[in-house]
C-alpha cells in the first residue's frame, strides 16, 4: 500500500429506477381518491385524516373557482412560458386573471397571468416594472417563471437592476418541476455510445435548461463541448443557437444548414463546413413537434433522470418583495393549496390543463393537450419510433420544505442544482457569465421558515419522496464519472483534502436524485490482494454513507449501490 490511499471512484453509473416510482403510484400514498370534503382555501391546514396518519393523510377535493375575475387583492403580474409545470399555479389563479373562488382571490392577489417565452424579454420587463416601482409604488408587481437550473445565468440582469436601485429577489415556493419534459433528444445510437455525439451538433436555446441538460450529459460521459456556436469542432459536440425552445425544433425539422468554420484543437483550419442539427435539447411542446413533423430522434436524457434539475422558480424584485411580503406569504400559501388539489384530483388538473391553454394562447392546442403531456406519453413518432413525450410534476407545501432544505435531515437541493449548472455555465462562457450572484443574496427562506412554524404539527400533505429497494436492478446507464477522493492510508476514513471532492461529488449527484447510483471503489495493487479487496469495498461504502449523512432526502437507503473494484494490475 501507498503512504496515502488513494481512491477512484470509478464508474458512477445513473439508471433509471422504474420500480421505485411505478411502486409509489401503485401504493396511493399520494394519489388516493380524496373524499368529498371541501377545503379551507385560505389555509394550508387540512381537516384531520380518521387514521391520523400522514402517510394516509387524504386531501379532500375543494370546490373548482369560477370563471368572473374577481378585482380583488394585491395587483401582480406572473410571466411564465409554456410550461407544464405551472399547473398548481393555473389552478391557484383560475384563469388567465384571478377568478372568484380560487385560491389566490381567497387569499387576496389579484394576478394576471401572461406568457412570455424570450427570457431576454423577461429580463427586460424586471428591470422596467423596477423602475415604474421607483417612480410609482403602486405598481403591479412582477414575477417571472424561470427553470431553476437557468438561474445562474439569468442572475445577469442583476447589474441592470441595481442601476434601477434594487436586486433580484427569489419567491421562496415552487409550483413545480419539470419531470421528463425537458430533454436532449438525439439519435437513438447515443443511447449505447455516447461518444457517438461527437462531431455532430445540438440546437437549443443556449444557456438555459435544456442547454444544460445536453452539457451535462457531455460532461458525465466525458464528452468535449465546443463552446463556440460559430465554429465546428468534429472531436466535440457542438451546438447551434435557437432563440427559444421551439426555434430549436424547428432546427432540426427544416433541417437548414449552417456555414461553419471547422477548428481542431482550439484552432482554425479556415475550412468552412456545413452543420445540421443532428440533435435537439427542447421541451414540450417541442418534442411533440419533433415526434409528429419529423421523428428520428429519442430521449438520450431527460429531467426524468435529472430530476431535481428543474424547479420552477419564480424571480422578483427585491423592490417589490420587500414592500408587499404578506402578498408574498398568500402567494405561497394559495399555490400550495392549489398544489395538493392538482396532485390529488384529476378534476383540478383537468381545470388547471383548461387554464393553461387560456394563458399560453395556442389554437390548436387545447386544455387536453396539456393535459396528456403534463402526465407524460409514449407515442410513436412520425419514423413509427416509440418516444417519450411531457412528462412534469405539481409540488405541495411538503415539497417545497424537502427542495429547500427545511425537512429533517434535508439539504437545500436547489442550492446544490443553483452551483452545479452555475459553475458550468461559468466555465464554458467565461465571458458572458465570468461570475453570477451567489444564491444566499437572492433567497430569502424566512417566510418558508414563518410558514413551517405556522402549520408545524398540523395535518399536511406529505412530500412525494423517492424509495430504492436494495435489490433494485440497474437496467439501463445514464452517464459514467470518476472521482478522485482521497482516503487516510489503509484506511476507509477521508482526508482532509477529501472534503471538497466529497462536496462537488454531491452537487453533481443531487441533481440526478431519482436514479440508482452505483459507486466503485478500488485502491492501487500494493499489498494483499483480499485486503485490498474489502477496503475497495469499505471505501464505497464510506461515500455511499457520506451522501446518505449529508442529505437523507437527496440519497434515502439504498439509493446506492457499493462494490469494489479489482486494483489495476502491473
Known amino acids: ?81 409554456a410550461w407544464n409545470s405551472q399547473m398548481a399555479g393555473m ?99 447515443w443511447l449505447d455510445n455516447p461518444k457517438a455525439a461527437l462531431g455532430k451538433t445540438v440546437a437549443c436555446y443556449l444557456r438555459d435548461g435544456d442547454h444544460n441538460i445536453a452539457l451535462k450529459w457531455c460532461a458525465d460521459n466525458g464528452l468535449k463541448v465546443n463552446p463556440d456556436e460559430t465554429t465546428y469542432d468534429p472531436e466535440a459536440v457542438n451546438f447551434m443557437a435557437a432563440s427559444d425552445f421551439l426555434v430549436a425544433a424547428e432546427k432540426y425539422i427544416t433541417g437548414k444548414p449552417e456555414s461553419r468554420t471547422k477548428v481542431v484543437s482550439g484552432h482554425s483550419t479556415g475550412v468552412q463546413v456545413d452543420v445540421v442539427a443532428d440533435a435537439v435539447a427542447t421541451w414540450t411542446p417541442g418534442d411533440v413537434n419533433i415526434a409528429k413533423q419529423k421523428g428520428g430522434l429519442v430521449n438520450i436524457v431527460s429531467t426524468k433522470d435529472y430530476s431535481n434539475q428543474m424547479p420552477n422558480i419564480m424571480v422578483t424584485t427585491k423592490r417589490w418583495y420587500d414592500a408587499h411580503q404578506p402578498a408574498v406569504l398568500s402567494l405561497m400559501t394559495a399555490f400550495a393549496v392549489a398544489g395538493d388539489q392538482v396532485k390529488s384530483h384529476p378534476e383540478a388538473l383537468s381545470r388547471a390543463a383548461d387554464i393553461s391553454a387560456q394563458v399560453y394562447g395556442d389554437q390548436d392546442k387545447p386544455g387536453a393537450y396539456w393535459l396528456k403531456y403534463y402526465k407524460g406519453t409514449s407515442e410513436a413518432d412520425r419514423t413509427g419510433q416509440v418516444v417519450e413525450l411531457g412528462g412534469s410534476k405539481a409540488f405541495n407545501f411538503n415539497d417545497n420544505l424537502t427542495l429547500f432544505g427545511l425537512d429533517n435531515g434535508g439539504t437545500n437541493i436547489y442550492a446544490a442544482v443553483y452551483k452545479t449548472f452555475g459553475d458550468v455555465q461559468s466555465k464554458l462562457y467565461p465571458k458572458e457569465l465570468p461570475s453570477y450572484v451567489p444564491l444566499a443574496n437572492m433567497l430569502d427562506l424566512s417566510l418558508l421558515r414563518k410558514l413551517q412554524a405556522q402549520y408545524k404539527g398540523k395535518n399536511l400533505a406529505p412530500a412525494e419522496t423517492q424509495s430504492f429497494a436494495a435489490d433494485d436492478e440497474i437496467r439501463r446507464s445514464v452517464s459514467k464519472r470518476a472521482w478522485n477522493i482521497e482516503f487516510n492510508t489503509g484506511q476507509s476514513t477521508f482526508t482532509p483534502a477529501a472534503q471538497r471532492e466529497l462536496s462537488q461529488l454531491f452537487d453533481d449527484l443531487v441533481v440526478a436524485g431519482r436514479l440508482k447510483v452505483a459507486v466503485h471503489g478500488y485502491t492501487d495493487n500494493t499489498g494483499n490482494p483480499d485486503k485490498n479487496q474489502q477496503l475497495s469495498q469499505a471505501r464505497a461504502e464510506a461515500v455511499a454513507h457520506w451522501l446518505e449523512a449529508k442529505s437523507a432526502s437527496a440519497f434515502p437507503k439504498a439509493a446506492c449501490r457499493c462494490t469494489p473494484t479489482a486494483p489495476p494490475t502491473r
Open 1 to 81: 500500500m501507498t503512504t496515502r490511499g488513494k481512491i477512484v471512484l470509478g464508474a458512477l453509473i445513473f439508471a433509471l429506477l422504474y420500480f421505485g416510482i411505478n411502486k409509489l403510484i401503485a401504493s396511493n400514498k399520494f394519489f388516493q381518491k380524496a373524499d368529498t370534503q371541501s377545503v379551507l382555501l385560505s389555509s394550508i391546514e387540512l381537516p384531520a385524516a380518521p387514521s391520523g396518519s400522514r402517510a394516509n393523510l387524504v386531501v379532500p377535493l375543494a370546490p373548482l373557482p369560477g370563471t368572473a375575475p374577481a378585482e380583488n387583492g394585491t395587483p401582480v403580474v406572473w410571466e411564465v412560458m
Open 91 to 189: 389552478l391557484a389563479n383560475g384563469g388567465p386573471r384571478t377568478t372568484m373562488g380560487s385560491a389566490l382571490a381567497a387569499n387576496k392577489v389579484d394576478m394576471q397571468i401572461t406568457r412570455q417565452d424570450d427570457v431576454a424579454k423577461m429580463q427586460a420587463d424586471l428591470v422596467k416594472n423596477a423602475l415604474d416601482l421607483q417612480s410609482n409604488p403602486s405598481t403591479p408587481g412582477l414575477i417571472v417563471s424561470i427553470m431553476g437550473d437557468g438561474l445562474p445565468a439569468f442572475s445577469a440582469v442583476q447589474r441592470q437592476l441595481e442601476k434601477a436601485g434594487t436586486s433580484l429577489q427569489i419567491i421562496p415556493y415552487s409550483v413545480g418541476k419539470s419531470f421528463g419534459e425537458d430533454k436532449l433528444m438525439g439519435p437513438k445510437e
